[in-house]
């Protein structure tokens, strides 16, 4: 009796196997171009998501370095025009401050009369540390000289006390900045027969009313 063999033959099983394998290589190759697609799509998205960011911090970057362009050319403009203030204060004070100077001078060498005009004005002296018994006629100018923006005064005095007493008046003023005793000199008139004392004092000078200005005082230390 023929037998009649109906299971597939190992050559077929072989052909379905390997079609089955390129099939599943196929739908992993296929699987793997849709997730590379999906993932290049989704860095793209990234990427611009990106590049609006970069562009809207550049935007503001932009923006301050304009602000901070416009704030420095307002403080040159401010600086420029507190120069020109500055010129044009000091050539108003220097008109008018040789003579304000000379006032300050006749004044600190008056002595105003003990009467109730004058009491308050002598209080104000008084308060300051000033000699209100001092008698202005002890101390006399001789010579006042103005150069490179210092003055020197020369004078003579009665005595050691009154030149003390008068160079404190100066320090009192606005226009001598840091008045400095250079010369002290006792002698002897002959003709008087009386000892008299020479003097020389120096000091930066400032015209300017309001003030010290900062290139006598220095940044660090306060206006007088």
Known sequence: MIRINLLPTKEVKKKKVRKEFFLLVAILVA??????????????????VVRSRNKGLQEQVDSLKEAKKQIEEREQNKKLLEAQNYIFDKLKFDKIGPSNLLLYLSYVLTKPEDSAQNREEIKKREVIGWNVDWDADSVWLTHIQEKDGMVRLRGEARNH????????????????????????????????????????????????????????TGAGQPKK
Request: hydrophobic fraction near 45%; charged fraction near 30%.
């Open 31 to 48: 699987l793997d171009v849709m997730v590379m697609m999906s993932w290049g799509s989704a860095a793209e998205d990234e990427l611009r």
């Open 161 to 216: 006390e009154d030149v003390a007493e008068f160079l404190k008046r100066l320090e009192a003023g606005v226009f001598f900045y840091r008045p400095e005793l250079i010369k002290q000199e006792k002698k002897f008139h002959q003709q008087l027969e009386t000892h008299y004392v020479e003097f020389e004092i120096v000091a930066d000078l400032n015209y300017n009313l309001d003030g010290w200005p900062i290139e006598l």
